[in-house]
């Protein structure tokens, strides 16, 4: 009797629902196992997780906070994903979106008239996450160089710069030696909508369907979507991929910069420590999680914010350190890319010897064994 | 090599191997004798390299059985094989790139110590290099040298593992003439000790210059052993290529209108800079098929890629509807009215993971209906692959089935659809037919020979004669990125063609083969 995987004859949409959903179950089997050699019991753990995460409506609100930038930099990171460019630098993205948003908050506030300076610090975080992306872009579409490497170590220079901004030149003299910037002024203070969860809410929103908008009705989207396919036959048909690499790389990019922007014009209204959370890591396991598909990027964003401030709330209420949300969300990613294997393969047992043969391979294979 | 002692070393006696649907060998006998280079000869898909891979257990016979030195053996992996004193230097190098010659050669032995005493290995190589006149440095990393040297380790590699029999797939076909000459030397000196060569080609100089005896295959079968010295290359030709054409097409006589393509003294290089293209000059009149006729790897990718604006020239002129597009983008192209069907399907032709309609408008996506500003209208793109699905009849569950999911066939005809379509001047059509069943190939070949009724320009290269005899107007030749003779495929043969194939210039045949 032997198992082989087989093709199947159609892609399971049965299996591209099932995956993420019985892969996040797994995981919570997974970290039980760890919360139970700690001691700790995994059901209460998991009800406290879930009262942290949605169990008032101040506690849903904070999910949220956390779910926006994640649901930005997720969409960015998907788009990069869909041309193959492994973008894995929206950290540092979204980092120079929150520099150039306080850059315009703070020290241009004087020449913008007060209605035009919250689009214009938005907007200014929006370009910088843009060209932060378009570098290792550029470097990748024109001269080959890797972009794993480029946009990673890039995530290192913006947030090491932010910090140094936020430590030196840019700290608020007022500020008791508090590592951050000065306050925004108010007319830089993106509006909250409930409790602390910002209007970035309606950004991703509609930069969920913009992107779907893009990749499923332009013609733009579908030279992307050729280009990210089978650069081949990309080349073939006439496709421009370079320049096509770096515009979706802008757009990648430009989506973490709002994040970013958001972020800090919303949250904190300035730029402080902690500002870096590695949201924009996260964003890469939100992305594989949905697909790279733009809608469920959203609510795969809340679930993973849901972790983060669950395991936020073990701590407080059980005394359990709060990486619990963190060691879910790494636990997730496992089953999940084994089990993308099943939307186009399937098991098959074997039972009989003479089976007739697919390949010359296997019948070579099945010769050697008999 | 002295023919009184002929002792035989290796015999495949009634090898057969199936693969679903092909019949690969079918009762191949061989015998290789000490001291001998035995050529194997036939086109692509003959079968000689399933022969070849049945010798050293890549593959195991369905029938068949293999005697060394008169005993029976079993081969069931390289490394039987290797025990056995069998080595094969395949056509793409198995070599480790960032590692030096001498790991590459001690890479993989079974005896080898922990750690490997290097400086005892490199004096070896040094040892054997020398006896055989493959110079190598044993320090040097492979990606140092340069293909001919890649070439030499591979054989050094076989005889630092004591191999005496070796086996080469298409040798000379990465080479320079001056590397190849090199070659035939060290097969010399490896024959005069008694080791013994099985070389595969398709290239008749080749067998001539390099080979003892020849085998010649023809669709799984053994057809004709010849000693070289009682052979001629048109022997061959016609052995190799000489079955009688099965079926002409009815084709309407052929009326060509203005001069479409011109190519004038075109040379290009691949990826290697070695010269693919050299000189090659052409000319197509709408409403004409002109064939390529010409072993694989003889520049045909090259030419369709000039054509199509894939590649740049590094010299000569493209000239199209009388402008000169030489320096024009593929999109530009693409735009004059150029379509190409590729030789890769699946690779090039076709985006797996995208649905047959979207593969279908592939090529007209840039215009109305299918986009109005920049937005694709998904009703007229299903609209648009409906019908094509029902006029090419692709056999597809529905439009929006992924096309991976397609046969072969469909695949091609989807793709033929879309340039076919979407073409309004000159078609390149590149190996249209390979590996489709006979039905899908009379409707590839009467599609083509409804666009030249459409009055288009078709350039249709393929390695099949039957298919480039049967409907194209003119058949140019190429090999090694020259035109051997351009003829009318009325007044040819196929001896003819099988000799221009094999590198012999039209001016060199008689005249009565091209009368």
């Known amino acids: ?370 | 090599m002295d023919n009184q002692q002929l002792q035989v070393v290796l015999e495949m006696r009634g090898i057969t191997k199936r693969f679903p649907g092909v019949l690969a060998n079918d009762k191949v006998d061989l015998t290789l004798n000490a001291g001998e280079v035995l050529a194997l000869l036939g086109e692509n898909g003959a079968g000689k390299s399933t022969l070849m891979n049945v010798l050293i257990g890549l593959y195991r016979q369905d029938e068949g059985e293999i005697y060394l030195g008169g005993k029976r053996v079993e081969i069931h992996s390289p490394s039987d094989a290797a025990d056995l004193g069998i080595g094969m230097v395949h056509q793409n190098f198995k070599l480790v790139r960032t590692m030096t010659v001498a790991e590459n050669i001690i890479l993989g032995l079974k005896d080898l110590p922990f750690i490997p005493k290097i400086q005892e290995v490199t004096k070896r190589i040094k040892a054997l290099s020398d006896q055989y006149h493959l110079k190598v440095d044993p320090s040097a990393y492979i990606w140092q040298l340069s293909v001919g040297e890649q070439q030499r380790v591979e054989i050094l590699k076989l005889i630092y593992r004591g191999a005496s029999i070796l086996i080469l797939d298409e040798p000379t076909a990465v080479l320079t003439p001056q590397e190849a000459q090199e070659l035939e030397h060290v097969l010399e000196i490896l024959t005069s000790e008694g080791k013994s060569a099985i070389f595969i080609t398709h290239k008749m100089e080749e067998v001539m210059a390099f080979s003892d005896r020849v085998l010649v295959l023809q669709q799984g079968k053994l057809i004709a052993s010849r000693n070289t010295d009682e052979t001629s290359p048109q022997e061959l030709a016609r052995l190799m290529v000489g079955r009688e054409v099965l079926f002409r097409l009815d084709k309407e006589p052929c009326q060509p209108g203005d001069t479409v393509l011109e190519l004038k003294d075109i040379c290009a290089m691949d990826n290697r800079g070695l010269p693919a293209l050299n000189d090659l000059s052409l000319e197509i009149k709408s409403g004409e098929i002109l064939g390529i006729a010409g072993v694989a790897g003889n520049g045909q990718n090259h030419l369709a890629e000039v054509v199509t604006g894939l590649k740049k020239p590094s010299k000569g002129q493209v000239i199209l509807n009388g402008k000169d597009v030489t320096q024009n983008s593929p999109l530009q192209m693409i735009q004059s009215g150029v379509s190409y069907i590729p030789a890769d399907r699946i690779g090039m032709g076709a985006v797996g993971n995208m649905a047959v309609s979207e593969n279908l408008s592939m090529k007209g996506y840039r215009k109305e209906p299918i986009t109005r500003n920049g937005i694709l209208q998904p009703k007229q793109i299903t609209k648009f692959a409906k019908n094509l699905i029902e006029l090419f009849r692709i056999a597809t569950p529905t439009p929006a089935t992924r096309i991976k999911f397609l046969s072969g066939g469909n695949i091609q005809k989807a793709i033929l659809a879309r340039e076919i379509d979407s073409c309004s001047g000159l078609m390149v059509a590149v190996y249209p037919s390979r590996g489709l069943d006979v039905g899908a190939t009379e409707s590839v070949r009467k599609m083509l020979l409804d666009q030249r009724q459409r009055g288009l320009a078709v350039l249709l290269i393929s390695e099949d004669l039957d298919e480039l005899l049967s409907i194209s107007d003119r058949i140019a030749v190429l090999f090694d990125g020259r035109i051997m003779g351009v003829v009318p495929s009325e007044h040819v043969d196929s001896e003819t063609l099988g000799l221009m194939m094999g590198g012999v210039p039209i001016s060199a045949l008689p005249d009565e083969a091209v009368s």
């Not at chain 1, 370079?242 to 904190?268: C, F």
């Not at chain 1, 939307?343 to 296997?362: C, G, H, V």
């Open chain 1, 1 to 370: 009797m032997r198992v082989v995987f087989e093709k199947r004859q159609s892609i399971s949409r049965q299996a591209m629902v099932l995956v993420p959903v019985l892969s996040f179950f797994a995981a919570l089997l997974l970290g039980a196992i760890l919360l139970l050699s700690s001691g700790a019991n995994p059901i209460t753990t998991y009800v406290a997780m879930l009262r942290g995460a949605f169990g008032s409506t101040y506690s849903f609100s904070e999910t949220l906070v956390k779910a926006i930038p994640l649901m930005l930099t997720g969409l960015g990171v998907a788009v990069a994903f869909k041309m193959r460019f492994w973008n894995i630098g929206a950290e540092g993205q979204f980092v120079w979106g929150g520099i150039a948003g306080t850059f315009v908050a703070l020290f241009l506030s004087q020449y913008i008239p007060d209605p035009l300076l919250l689009p214009a610090v938005i907007l200014g975080g929006t370009i910088a996450g843009a060209i932060w992306a378009g570098i290792p872009a550029v470097l990748k579409a024109y001269i080959g160089v890797d972009e794993t490497l480029t946009s990673l170590m890039l995530n290192y220079v913006a947030i090491l710069y932010a910090q140094y901004l936020f430590y030196g030149p840019w700290r608020d003299p007022e500020g008791y030696g508090f590592p951050g910037t000065a306050l925004f002024p108010e007319a830089a203070w993106l509006p909250r909508l409930l409790n602390r969860a910002h209007l970035g809410l309606v950004f991703a929103f509609i930069a969920a369907l913009v992107l779907w908008f893009i990749f499923n009705r332009t013609r733009w989207g579908f030279e992307l979507k050729i280009i990210g396919e089978n650069k081949t036959a990309a080349e073939y048909l006439g496709i421009k991929i370079a320049r096509n690499i770096v515009l979706a790389l802008l757009l990648s990019g430009a989506l973490s910069g709002l994040a970013g922007a958001s972020e800090v014009a919303g949250l904190s209204r300035r730029l402080q420590t902690g500002f870096s959370m590695g949201y924009g890591y996260t964003a890469i396991i939100v992305a594989w999680m949905a697909q790279l598909k733009s809608i469920p990027v959203l609510f795969v964003a809340v679930l993973m914010a849901a972790l983060l401030v669950g395991g936020d709330q073990v701590q407080l209420t059980m005394g359990l350190p709060s990486s619990v949300g963190l060691v879910l969300q790494g636990l997730i990613l496992f089953p999940m890319l084994a089990g993308s294997l099943f939307t186009e393969y399937r098991l098959r047992i074997i039972r009989q010897k003479n089976e007739p043969s697919i390949s010359p391979d296997q019948e070579i294979e099945s010769e050697l064994q008999s």
